[in-house]
């Protein structure tokens, strides 16, 4: 059985930085994500690791967020925040390798899911 647990939210200014984690119980795969929901809107991808080695970033994170993966967690690096980042972030894998050419359209590709963890980042 899949168990995702992120941390690493919490409140932040404008410019500042947080490491997101997520620890991945039971899973061998390589297809892991990260989605963000801010309140009365849908969920956004944000970034997402490919079976293929390949990374894709929500161009509204790009120069500013990395993903990573190792010893079984998963993170994101999350720079010069801004308020627009403000969301539940949420951390996905997959059952099967999955190929996210657009991050927008990768939700339906991921199994499993966490709980989330809440970043607040505030002028």
């Known amino acids: 059985q899949v168990q995702l647990v992120e941390s690493g939210g919490g409140p932040v200014q404008t410019g500042g930085s947080l490491r997101l984690s997520c620890a991945a119980a039971?899973?061998?795969?390589?297809?892991m994500a990260w989605f963000r929901q801010a309140p009365g809107k849908g969920r956004e991808g944000v970034a997402a690791?490919?079976?293929?080695?390949s990374i894709t970033y929500a161009d509204s994170v790009k120069g500013r967020f990395i993903i990573s993966k190792e010893n079984g967690t998963l993170y994101l690096q999350m720079n010069n925040l801004e308020p627009e980042d403000t969301a539940m972030y949420y951390c996905?894998?997959?059952?099967?390798?999955?190929?996210?050419?657009?991050?927008?359209?990768?939700?339906?590709?991921?199994?499993?899911w966490g709980q989330g963890t809440q970043v607040t980042v505030s002028s």
């Open positions: 039971g899973y061998t795969g390589n297809s």
């Open positions: 996905a894998a997959a059952s099967t390798p999955v190929r996210a050419g657009n991050v927008a359209y990768a939700e339906p590709l991921f199994d499993y």
């Open positions: 690791l490919n079976g293929d080695g």
